[in-house]
């Protein structure tokens, strides 16, 4: 808050995680022209579930473990250069995605993914984040079993025996050392990538040889299918699953139906040129 407090200009109120989203609705009564959350990608994600739609713009204080929606567009990590674009930069616009009713900002899976989710929170409280996310991750590879699901994308239907189906709202990289980060200029989509092969050892040979070629020379093998579309359908035996959303676990109907909703969100980035002004 310091930070904030040094450029000043700004209203602060200090929030707790679970009275967010109601105290952001509060504000959001007198249509505020900017509104600046300092958290991690969870907060920021709660914001941009009260904004998506509306004229108020979302800056960010990036606070959290990862800061993947600030690094994706350009916002300074560090806190005292990030206070000052939240107060002096340019507005722009970013796709969101949803889920059901459900928002989210950079990623969604099904399958594996999720246990790993689960366990990499559990372990956290005992050993940190980095060391739990590998233990989680070896725990996956070890123990992933596949998940019978149909597809509906691109007008067709394909079934699928797959341990991991990823959703990302817009191109991503697939080449070390920039695997996962979103593509720069990259298309407007959800990027789905449906892996196609069950064994452990293999998977991750493919996930090697994925980040190492790219996805444009697996795609469509025996290994992975990737897709770049608006939108897509996801129908699995059952008649509830969980759901990886922005690295939270939510309870997800069936089918689950994924949508894009483009320039739908008005952001707070660093100045490109002088002046500013919107993209």
Known sequence: MRALEAVGGFEIHRTAPDRLESSIREKMVSAP??????GGDGSVGTAARVLCGTETELAVLPGGTLNHFARDHGIPTDLETAAVVAANGEVSHTDVAYVGDRLFLNTSSVGAYVGYVRLRDRAEKYVGYRIASLIAALRMFVSMRPLELEL??????????????????????TRSPMLGNRTPGGRQCLHVIVVRERRAARLLVVALDAAMRGLD??????????FMVDSCVIKMNGRRHHVAVDGEIVDGGTPLEYRLAKDALRIVVPATRRGGGEK
Do not use: M
Request: aromatic fraction near 6%; charged fraction near 30%.
């Open 33 to 38: 022209p900017r509104l600046v959350i300092a």
């Open 217 to 226: 020379k697996l795609a469509r093998t025996p290994e992975l299918d990737s």
């Open 152 to 173: 509906d994308v691109e007008g067709k239907q394909r079934s699928y025996s797959t341990p991991i189906v990823f959703i990302g709202v817009g191109e991503r990289e």
